[in-house]
T-cell receptor
């Protein structure tokens, strides 16, 4: 069965601090896809990144970076030099190649204080 | 500019009323979903659809029903609203493959008094 665990319920940082959001997943498939979404206070979930199980290369996009490690079944998300606009709930999600549904973690609420 | 639209954005309604939450997308996506979410909390899949005339129940039991008569339209109906239905309802769509990210609407916040 597939499962996504985001152990951090809430994180609070001060602007310009770096912050890492953890995501651990479980799946029996060898082919699967991992996603991160952002839900700002306005409520709409926005897709940030996708990784497939064959691509363990880490990715950097501006202040955002993602670390995918199959050995530990983790797909962690780091925000460098956080800003107030980064305040949101962040969801990690998993989709298996043979499945239809995308399974979401419980989310991590990030507060960035000025 | 949003490609997936939900109306109404907010709805306050009395117990026992019938309501329909609208969701439309202009991307031609075959897959559509309804999630229920208490604000900022976990998402629970309540319905999904592979395409026209295909609907399935999700992981969370729901008293709502859905229909998919047109590709772009996936309305959700509650025949008799109850206070326990108070929540946020998020509609999403995606392409067919499991690699496709979900595109979400901005949600309908429902309050049943």
């Amino acid at each position: 069965a597939q499962k996504v665990t985001q152990a951090q319920t809430e994180i609070s940082v001060v602007e310009k601090e770096d912050v890492t959001l953890d995501c651990v997943y479980e799946t029996r498939d060898t082919t699967y896809y991992l996603f991160w979404y952002k839900q700002p206070p306005s409520g709409e979930l926005v897709f940030l990144i996708r990784r497939n199980s064959f691509d363990e290369q880490n990715e950097i996009s501006g202040r955002y970076s993602w670390n995918f490690q199959k050995s530990t079944s983790s797909f962690n998300f780091t925000i460098t030099a956080s800003q107030v606009v980064d305040s949101a709930v962040y969801f990690c999600a998993l989709s298996e190649s043979g499945g239809f549904k995308t399974i979401f973690g419980a989310g991590t609420r990030l507060f960035v204080k000025a | 500019e949003a490609d997936i639209y939900q109306t109404p954005r907010y709805l306050v309604i009395g117990t026992g009323k019938k309501i329909t939450l609208e969701c439309s997308q202009t991307m031609g996506h075959d897959k559509m979903y309804w999630y229920q979410q208490d604000p900022g909390m976990e998402l629970h899949l309540i319905h999904y659809s592979y395409g026209v005339n295909s609907t399935e129940k999700g992981d969370l039991s729901s008293e709502s029903t859905v229909s998919r008569i047109r590709t772009e339209h996936f309305p959700l109906t509650l025949e008799s609203a109850r206070p326990s239905h108070t929540s946020q309802y998020l509609c999403a769509s995606s392409e067919l493959g499991p690699y496709s990210p979900l595109h979400f609407g901005n949600g309908t916040r429902l309050t049943v008094t």
